[in-house]
T-cell receptor, first 114, second 113 residues
Framework: KAGVTQTPRYLIKTRGQQVTLSCSPI?????VSWYQQTPGQGLQFLFE???????NKGNFPGRFSGRQFSNSRSEMNVSTLELGDSALYLC?????????????FGAGTRLSVL | DAKTTQPPSMDCAEGRAANLPCNHSTISGNEYVYWYRQIHSQGPQYIIH???NNETNEMASLIITEDRKSSTLILPHATLRDTAVYYC??????????????FGKGTRLHILP
């Protein structure tokens, strides 16, 4: 069974640009969560989607947005990139929404903003 | 704020059991304890989780105290490949808008040859 797939693995952008990251969940999983990991702040929750609806949101500015498609694949978008957005962005999928459902993580997309 | 407290680092000799403690003194009755680990620059890997009872799987054992205020992750025979950062987190059961998974700083486990 394939795991969580994130594309691309590496990305370099410049300040002011926007970026879209993609996540394909494990087959049969309907919930997708996104996290940002930086050396200073550690792993921080961005948002969670289930059945194409955002169910939960962390404390990030509106420049960070996401969506989920009917096939459960998800994308997250960051507009007007800042240097501080350089991070490892992780996606996790689970069968459904809520703490009873184990989240499985992808390998992440490493974004560098120059 | 992280709802769990872990030591920043621990050492364990290869082949010995690694016992990683976690304090979650404010845990509620409907909150699960989850353990993940992260090997450098990879995505976190699920290890084990529990609500009240002790749990065991092919990777590890989870011992939860009777008052649920702390738990211990046990890797029975540590190998060099177990060197990683181990995160203990708590999550509210059921779909809940307050269920924001909060990762603390974790414990950096060094397995010594």
């Amino acid at each position: 069974k394939a795991g969580v797939t994130q594309t691309p693995r590496y990305l370099i952008k410049t300040r002011g640009q926007q970026v879209t990251l993609s996540c394909s969940p494990i087959s049969g999983h309907r919930s997708v969560s996104w996290y940002q990991q930086t050396p200073g702040q550690g792993l921080q929750f961005l948002f969670e989607y289930f059945s194409e609806t955002q169910r939960n949101k962390g404390n990030f500015p509106g420049r960070f947005s996401g969506r989920q498609f009917s096939n459960s694949r998800s994308e997250m978008n960051v507009s007007t990139l800042e240097l501080g957005d350089s991070a490892l962005y992780l996606c996790a999928s689970s069968r459904a929404w809520g703490a009873k459902n184990i989240q499985y993580f992808g390998a992440g997309t490493r974004l560098s903003v120059l | 704020d992280a709802k769990t407290t872990q030591p920043p680092s621990m050492d364990c000799a290869e082949g010995r059991a690694a016992n990683l403690p976690c304090n979650h003194s404010t845990i509620s009755g409907n909150e699960y304890v989850y353990w993940y680990r992260q090997i450098h620059s990879q995505g976190p890997q699920y290890i084990i989780h529990g609500l009240k009872n002790n749990e065991t799987n092919e990777m590890a054992s989870l011992i939860i105290t009777e008052d649920r205020k702390s738990s211990t992750l046990i890797l029975p025979h540590a190998t060099l490949r177990d060197t990683a950062v181990y995160y203990c987190i708590v999550r509210v059961a059921g779909g809940n808008r307050d269920d924001k998974i909060i990762f603390g700083k974790g414990t950096r486990l060094h397995i010594l040859p």
